[in-house]
């Protein structure tokens, strides 16, 4: 069993802090500023530019890619880090339109992650010839797949309410209707068990800044399925996906496998945050943080509707529908989120009026999930929200 206690220790939280927003930025491990600062100092201090072959810098993004597939469930060598989340959301989705000629529809649901969805409206933009980016409700998507659909792209977790799809079965009926599947797994990895080979995935992505606690700007990652890591073609072909870099040919041939997925320079610091980052899975296993998860979110849920009444959960009620954080809606929820965060509960508003919490069990125990109940039914009860610092819009909410 997972020893959440040593776990926790592993983690900068800061004193008086309640911190329930690991799934939009994870807390620093304590080990993150020395490792990055070995590979400033003694890495590219010591060995400038030898640190590529010295340091295995150039190696790192397949290296920490393996570390990332561990949890997700991939096969060995079927995952590269680098770049961004959109950057990666591209390369896969370009590439499963690519594989599957014919079909010009991508489908996805009006509850991904806008982001995605820009992505996938430029590509078939520049595609043109009768591409289109079709969504509908999440519990509409398995219907609507049909004879016209070329890729089925899903968040596993919806980033507002924390309600999750199915990955196997609407992976399976993907399948059946002749489409390819991109899944994002930005609110999943490191939050629940993924298993994108046996689901039968074709790719997927996520960035890792969130539960796998790279900090901010953190390299996302891409898991290409082992049947199409020669055929997939990568869009984005920068040099460092190319067979031979060094080499400098003139004309693109794209690397073998998962490496034609690399596009541009590695980041080289903060890959080094994640690898400090990702020893947290040495003693720590998906399958008992996922249960404590539930556990947490549970008892906070029951909470905050005991003493919240004006509180409305937006999140699926049977916790085996959502992923590892909870969602409430309020018509005044953005005052509400600053003046938790101004009495030390820190969680995070989304657009129109959900107030998002979220539970990690690798340094969130019981004792927090007591404290931020009992914060929001004091500020709740005595309308500490209403006041016109807390409803003064900041640029990130």
């Known amino acids: ?7 926790r220790a592993m983690f900068h939280i800061p004193e008086g802090i309640t911190y329930l927003d690991g799934n939009s930025l994870g807390p620093m491990v304590r080990t993150a500023p020395a490792r990055v600062a070995r590979t400033v100092e003694a890495e590219w201090g010591e060995m400038l530019i030898t640190g590529w072959n010295k340091a295995g810098w150039m190696d790192q993004p397949s290296r920490v890619g393996d570390r990332i597939a561990r949890l997700i469930g991939a096969e060995p ?4 880090m680098g770049d961004t989340l959109s950057i990666k959301v591209y390369q896969a989705l370009a590439a499963a339109v690519d594989l599957n000629p014919g079909r010009k529809v991508i489908l996805s649901d009006t509850g991904n992650f806008p982001s995605d969805l820009y992505i ?16 509908v409700a999440p519990d509409e998507v398995e219907a609507a797949l049909d004879s016209d659909t070329a890729v089925l792209m899903l968040t596993e977790v919806d980033y507002r309410t924390g309600r999750k799809h199915d990955m196997r079965r609407l992976t399976t009926e ?50 290409v399925a082992p049947r199409h890591a020669e055929a997939a073609r990568p869009a984005l072909s920068g040099w460092l996906g190319h067979e031979v870099p060094f080499a400098f040919h003139p004309d693109y041939r794209p690397g073998r496998g998962i490496e034609r997925m690399r596009v541009g320079t590695p980041p080289v610091l903060q890959l080094a945050a994640l690898e400090a980052a990702l020893d947290v899975w040495d003693i720590a296993d998906i399958v008992d943080v996922r249960s404590r998860s539930i556990e947490l979110t549970e008892a906070f849920i029951q909470g905050v509707e005991a003493k919240c009444p004006t509180l409305t959960l937006a ?13 409430f809606q309020h018509p005044e929820g953005y005052a509400i989120m600053q003046a938790l965060i101004a009495n030390g509960v820190i969680g995070d508003f989304r657009a129109p009026y959900i107030l998002r919490f ?3 069990p690798l ?11 009992a914060t929001l039914a004091e500020i709740m009860a005595k309308s500490l929200w209403d006041r016109p610092e807390y409803r003064a819009r900041a640029r990130v909410t």
């Open 1 to 7: 069993m997972t020893d959440f206690a040593a776990t």
């Open 77 to 80: 060598g079927t995952v590269v």
């Open 120 to 135: 996938a409206d430029g590509l078939v933009h520049t595609l043109g010839e009768g591409y289109t980016v079709r969504t």
């Open 174 to 223: 993907a399948h059946r209707a002749g489409a390819l599947t991109v899944w994002d797994l930005a609110h999943s990895a490191g939050a629940l068990p993924v298993d994108v080979a046996g689901a039968g995935a074709d790719f997927a992505v996520g960035c890792t800044y969130k539960y796998l606690n790279s900090g901010p700007g953190g390299p996302a990652f891409i898991y």
């Open 315 to 327: 999140s699926p009620r049977d916790p085996r529908a959502r992923g590892s954080q909870v969602s």
């Open 358 to 360: 979220g539970f990690t």
């Open 363 to 373: 340094y969130i125990g019981m004792e927090d999930v007591d404290r931020a109940v």
